[in-house]
């Protein structure tokens, strides 16, 4: 699928508005040809007025620009511009009917006013069809018809003149006008039928390529175009506030005065001594040759992610063209530098355009404003350019040769400033994202979603590489013969180097496998701190890699940081952004190369240690966490732990150390190992060190704060935590103990917690007296944690079924509460059959819910999410965001219907109110089929409040404290797209991303025969739930699992789109996968401290997962903050981010400062 739309797009979008540009171009250009015939003699021409004929066109054509580009955001691209073509087209035929100069003035002016839309209008619609790195070369393609148009041009021109002079007692130049006039009234035609219109509205794309091609820009830019989001008047106001367009307005303007020799090329190739039909004839190969770097620059520039040096080595080649025309009148020299002025200055502007198009991807009316705006402003050089080749200034033409090869100077400036701005506002982005404070707002021109760069060069090459030895390391083993262990017993050892990440972030590490001995044991993962403690879990003396390698453990070894002989790649990237990243690379070793390894033990060191801390802070993970540990890591009030002396770092390459001799004592051990009068301060942390300065920078603003307010008490696994004691204090530890301890205690949430202090101990272990007891520590705690490991063999591997039937019988309920109680304590998950739900009312309810979908778009906009601050309504494909990533899907939300809460109740309230409901003549019915459906399912879920407390030997009644009259019950209708078939990444995303649903419980039907949605079970392995034939899936949410205090388990579960899950056991395609989900709601209000629920102790003592029951304990705190309706407002502000932006700004801001993937939702 994705293949077809891309080779459909290409073939009907790329080789049509080439063949329109071609026609436009040789408008432009045909007027130098017919001056070459009697066009100047037949109309009494004189002076410059061929310099008026040829600058009055783009008086008209400018005028209409930018109304004409922002009318293509409303209107039908194909119709619009095939109808301005063909009017054109009969206009430019016209001029052959002129007599007089005035005649062909007018003309020619309305001529450049029906020309005006579209060569704006096409850069513009490619934009809405392409990749930011797919565009260059794109509109290389499509700018092909312009020198195409001047080659064939010429032999055109040189044909009409040559043999229809005088035919039928008509001039040449007047047949010049009537065939290329008519050639375009019947191109229009074809533009008509083959130009594509938006991706969500070209006709000869099916609903699925359509969804493609619009999740392909969402991929790209974080959003899809929306016409309708920004009205004229505040894309006008976008663009103007964004001062960036003034330069790109400034580099379009000169690229296009640098190529006004254009429009005087066959003169000036006259020349060079050649009758008119050889001039026209010559020029053909010069366009050719252009037409073909062209195609290659604008690949390479694609392909590196390039603009401006692009830009800058062409405007350098045109540069000397223009300087070996004007400087000689040799004919070999002067037709070489034909080829050079046109190869240089055309190419670079093809990558002009793009680069305006990259810079201002969203919201589209925006960008359509940009790039008219930047075009018509840059087209009045056009205007003036005529006029700096007079025919006086022959056969030299100093002033025009001179000049322009001036302006191409100022255009490659131009471009350097450029990237300058670019490169400035990237690193922006960068400190935004890591102090997370990036807002996510289209209508700010200097805002972008997470993730987002401008372009530039190179970027992922330069994201990830091996550090130098640190000058630190250096100045001491130079003074005082210290020998320095790197992490080298692995690096020489291990048997596969894994890279993980992406552009932006990159992590590779060292996986060494263990030898059998015969049983599992859990995977060892190592995370190193700084450049300069980069060996204090591998060395010489003792590599924890090879000792527990030999007991039978697989080792991952992720280097922080790195230097000279250490091979293992480092990454500048803050730590909490490194978190994500490493987590995942992580998931995927555990996965894909231990498989059966009874889970994993993490251990970090230094900044590997907040790294580690950090990762158990996550409320889920891609795999079973038994226990974390932490060295070198000490918490402090207002500065870093071990480093309280570092003042912050200034503008400049070095931090400032006020006292050297304390920092040593410090961070490597007592001061008498160390000679501090040896030592500067220019010896430590240089601007060499990339990431490690930056990194300190990031601790001095509150990283080690926010470890004991946010990550410490929120790890719940086992911990074990260590310090050394002279990175707790200098005066040993007398006084350096009672801090720790306090430290010690903030891990609040973890079963239990190991802390000690070691004496003589240095934050590198070249200094530390305390390296066997350290290593002692560590190996003991692993062997606990391998005990601990038992509990995840029961783990679940398929999905309970339960018989809703056996509930309505006094002889077989019993047998049925077993059942539930089972699946309510250990998975999560039933399969629920005979549920009473009528099947005549279901049936017509999964007809209507499916075509819904088929409603046009602008019936579905009418009621879309973004209108109602309740979160009902239409979300198109990719608006909602779970897990932190985009899903792909296409959904409506209704619910039961209720009025909107009073001005006077509290702000959460507003999760209920009135649905939004379609046109009725839309889709007659729809409304009472949904309203049936859904009181069948709500008889159903309240059935449940009382199954589920007599499964916990509670009162039937004693869950009713959680509900509250009238109940609002949530039902979504979702479509899943057929996913791209491709190896491509655009074909990998989710359908929904790993989560837990928040209410009491969900009721899923899922209505068509597709696999895809997955359980996670406690060893975290995916677990197929595949659809059973007339039953429901039912799933227990996090409310019920606070209000059980842990028992009932919220599971985590996913939608996959594996392309085998779009067809069936014969491999025959089954279309999209429609889903339709209720949820059971509870009250709004409610809240921990209004929960008054015993669970007995023999129901309690089922669970046996100790990380089952402090996820729950965390969960009001955590997730719901104060309330249930609180934690679901916050929850839905962040997952549907269009509705929280016109609503709830100011939560959707703190949200996204507090949303971090130490605490993902």
């Given at each position: 699928m994705a293949k077809s739309a891309v080779e459909q797009i290409e073939h009907q979008e790329a080789s049509g508005k080439a063949a329109d540009l071609e026609q436009d171009a040789l408008y432009q250009a045909n007027l130098s040809q017919a001056r070459l015939g009697s066009l100047e003699k037949d109309l009494g021409m004189e002076g410059t007025d061929y310099n008026l004929a040829t600058s009055i066109l783009f008086v008209g054509y400018l005028l209409m620009q930018l109304p004409s580009n922002l009318l293509l955001t409303r209107v039908r691209p194909s119709l619009f511009l095939g109808i301005a073509m063909a009017i054109w087209g009969v206009i430019s035929a016209c001029q052959a009917a002129v007599q007089s100069f005035s005649g062909l003035v007018v003309t020619r002016f309305f001529l450049g006013f029906v020309e005006a839309p579209f060569f704006p209008g096409a850069v513009m619609l490619m934009s809405s069809w392409y990749t930011r790195k797919e565009l260059s070369h794109r509109i290389a393609w499509f700018y092909a018809g312009s020198s195409l148009a001047n080659a064939f041009g010429g032999l055109i021109g040189a044909g009409v003149l040559g043999n229809l002079d005088g035919a039928h007692g008509i001039d040449g130049w007047?047949?010049?006008?009537?065939?290329?006039?008519?050639?375009?009234?019947?191109?229009?035609?074809?533009?008509?039928?083959?130009?594509?219109?938006?991706?969500?509205?070209?006709?000869?794309?099916?609903?699925?390529?359509?969804?493609?091609?619009?999740?392909?820009?969402?991929?790209?830019?974080?959003?899809?175009?929306?016409?309708?989001?920004?009205?004229?008047?505040?894309?006008?106001?976008?663009?103007?506030?964004?001062?960036?367009?003034?330069?790109?307005?400034?580099?379009?303007?000169?690229?296009?005065?640098?190529?006004?020799?254009?429009?005087?090329?066959?003169?000036?190739?006259?020349?060079?001594?050649?009758?008119?039909?050889?001039?026209?004839?010559?020029?053909?190969?010069?366009?050719?040759?252009?037409?073909?770097?062209?195609?290659?620059?604008?690949?390479?520039?694609?392909?590196?992610?390039?603009?401006?040096?692009?830009?800058?080595?062409?405007?350098?080649?045109?540069?000397?063209?223009?300087?070996?025309?004007?400087?000689?009148?040799?004919?070999?020299?002067?037709?070489?530098?034909?080829?050079?002025?046109?190869?240089?200055?055309?190419?670079?502007?093809?990558?002009?355009?793009?680069?305006?198009?990259?810079?201002?991807?969203?919201?589209?009316?925006?960008?359509?404003?940009?790039?008219?705006?930047?075009?018509?402003?840059?087209?009045?050089?056009?205007?003036?350019?005529?006029?700096?080749?007079?025919?006086?200034?022959?056969?030299?033409?100093?002033?025009?040769?001179?000049?322009?090869?001036?302006?191409?100077?100022?255009?490659?400036?131009?471009?350097?400033?450029?990237?300058?701005?670019?490169?400035?506002?990237?690193?922006?982005?960068?400190?935004?994202?890591?102090?997370?404070?990036?807002?996510?707002?289209?209508?700010?021109?200097?805002?972008?979603?997470t993730g987002f760069r401008y372009i530039l060069v190179c970027q992922r090459e330069a994201s990830v590489k091996v550090e130098q030895t640190s000058p630190l390391r250096q100045t001491l083993a130079s003074r005082h013969n210290f020998k320095f262990e790197s992490a080298l017993v692995m690096a020489k050892t291990y048997d596969k180097a894994i890279p993980f990440g992406s552009a932006d972030l990159e992590v590779t590490g060292l996986f060494k496998r263990g030898k059998s001995v015969g049983k599992d044991l859990p995977l060892i993962v190592l995370i190193h701190g700084g450049a300069v403690n980069a060996a204090y879990f591998d060395n010489s003396s003792f590599s924890y890699p090879a000792i527990l390698s030999e007991r039978g453990h697989n080792v991952l070894n992720i280097q922080r940081s790195g230097y000279g002989d250490n091979p293992i790649p480092r990454t500048q990237t803050p730590i909490i952004h490194s978190i994500p990243v490493i987590t995942n690379l992580i998931g995927q070793v555990y996965r894909n190369e231990v498989g059966n390894q009874e889970g994993v033990i993490i251990f970090g060191h230094s900044l590997g240690a907040a790294t580690t801390f950090a990762i158990a802070a996550q409320s889920e993970l891609p795999f079973p966490l038994l226990g974390v540990g932490g060295l070198g890591i000490v918490p402090s009030q207002g500065k870093t732990g071990f480093l309280p002396d570092v003042d912050p770092a200034p503008e400049g390459d070095r931090v400032v150390i006020p006292d050297i001799g304390k920092l040593f004592a410090l961070m490597f051990g007592p001061i008498e190992y160390i000679d501090d009068k040896l030592l500067t301060a220019d010896a430590l942390f240089s601007s060499s060190q990339a990431g490690v300065k930056s990194e300190i920078k990031e601790f001095e603003k509150g990283w080690y704060n926010r470890l004991t307010q946010e990550i410490f008490p929120a790890v719940k696994v086992p911990v074990q935590y260590l310090a050394a004691e002279y990175e707790i204090a200098w005066q040993g530890l007398e006084e350096a103990q009672p801090r720790f301890d306090r430290l010690a205690k903030l891990f609040t949430a973890a079963p239990y917690v190991e802390a000690e202090l070691l004496p003589k101990g240095g934050h590198n272990y070249e200094f530390s007296k305390s390296s066997s007891k350290l290593l002692d520590l560590r190996l003991d705690f692993i062997s606990k944690m391998i005990e601990r490991s038992k509990s995840y063999s029961s783990a679940f591997s398929s999905i309970p079924v339960l018989d809703f039937a056996q509930s309505l019988s006094p002889s077989t309920k019993p047998e049925f509460l077993a059942n539930l109680r089972a699946a309510l304590v250990n998975v999560g998950f039933f399969y629920l059959t005979n549920p009473l739900v009528s099947p005549t009312i279901q049936s017509e309810f999964v007809q209507k819910g499916i075509e819904l979908f088929d409603l046009p778009l602008e019936k579905k906009l009418e009621i879309e999410m973004v209108n109602s601050p309740h979160f009902l309504g239409y979300s198109k494909l990719g608006a909602e965001i779970t897990a932190l990533k985009t899903d792909y899907r296409e959904q409506f939300d209704f619910a039961t219907e209720l009025p909107a809460p009073g001005p006077h109740e509290p702000l959460f309230r507003n999760i209920i109110g009135p649905n939004q409901w379609p046109d009725e003549e839309a889709i007659p019915g729809f409304r009472d089929s949904l309203e049936q459906y859904l009181a069948e399912v709500s008889r159903l879920a309240v059935s449940f409040i009382s199954l589920v407390a007599e499964a916990l030997d509670l009162p039937p009644t004693a869950l009713d404290q959680a509900f509250e009259t009238p109940q609002q019950h949530k039902l979504k209708i979702i479509k899943y797209p057929t996913p791209a078939t491709d190896n491509k990444p655009e074909s990998r995303f989710q359908g929904v991303g790993p989560h837990k649903d928040s209410e009491f419980l969900t009721f899923l039907l899922q209505a068509t025969p597709h696999h895809g949605l997955e359980v996670q079970n406690k060893a975290g392995d995916w677990v197929s739930a595949p659809p059973i034939p007339d039953s429901f899936v039912v799933n227990i949410g996090r409310a019920l699992e606070a209000l059980t205090g842990g028992v009932c388990t919220a599971t985590t579960h996913r939608v996959s789109l594996r392309s085998e899950n779009f067809v069936d056991s014969d491999g025959n395609d089954l279309g999209p996968r429609f889903s339709f989900p209720v949820f059971q709601g509870v009250s709004p209000n409610l809240s921990a401290d209004k929960i008054d629920l015993v669970i007995p102790k023999h129901i309690r003592d089922l669970v046996k997962d100790e990380k089952v029951k402090s996820d729950a304990e965390a969960t009001f705190n955590q997730m719901f903050r104060t309330c249930i309706g609180e934690g679901n407002l916050v929850a839905r502000v962040t997952s549907h981010q269009d509705v929280g932006q016109r609503w709830y700004p100011d939560i959707l801001a703190k949200a996204l400062k507090g949303q971090q993937d130490f605490l993902a939702r």
């Open positions: 007047r047949w010049l006008f009537i065939i290329e006039g008519v050639i375009t009234i019947g191109v229009s035609l074809l533009a008509a039928i083959f130009l594509p219109n938006y991706p969500a509205t070209t006709s000869w794309l099916d609903a699925q390529e359509q969804s493609y091609a619009q999740w392909r820009l969402i991929a790209d830019a974080g959003e899809a175009d929306d016409a309708k989001s920004t009205s004229f008047k505040e894309a006008l106001a976008l663009v103007f506030a964004d001062k960036r367009i003034y330069l790109f307005i400034l580099l379009q303007h000169t690229s296009l005065l640098s190529q006004n020799f254009q429009y005087f090329f066959p003169t000036i190739v006259q020349t060079l001594g050649y009758n008119n039909i050889q001039t026209l004839l010559i020029t053909a190969p010069v366009w050719i040759a252009t037409f073909l770097i062209s195609l290659l620059v604008t690949w390479t520039s694609g392909k590196t992610d390039d603009r401006s040096l692009h830009i800058i080595a062409l405007m350098l080649v045109s540069v000397v063209g223009g300087i070996i025309c004007t400087a000689t009148t040799n004919t070999g020299a002067r037709f070489f530098a034909m080829f050079l002025m046109p190869m240089g200055a055309v190419s670079a502007y093809q990558i002009i355009l793009a680069w305006v198009a990259n810079s201002f991807p969203r919201p589209l009316v925006k960008r359509s404003a940009a790039i008219a705006l930047a075009n018509m402003i840059g087209n009045t050089a056009s205007i003036y350019g005529s006029y700096m080749w007079p025919a006086s200034s022959g056969p030299r033409y100093l002033p025009g040769g001179s000049a322009t090869a001036a302006i191409a100077l100022v255009v490659a400036l131009v471009a350097l400033v450029i990237r300058l701005v670019h490169a400035r506002m990237n690193k922006q982005l960068e400190a935004a994202e890591a102090s997370q404070d990036l807002s996510v707002d289209s209508n700010d021109p200097e805002s972008r979603t």
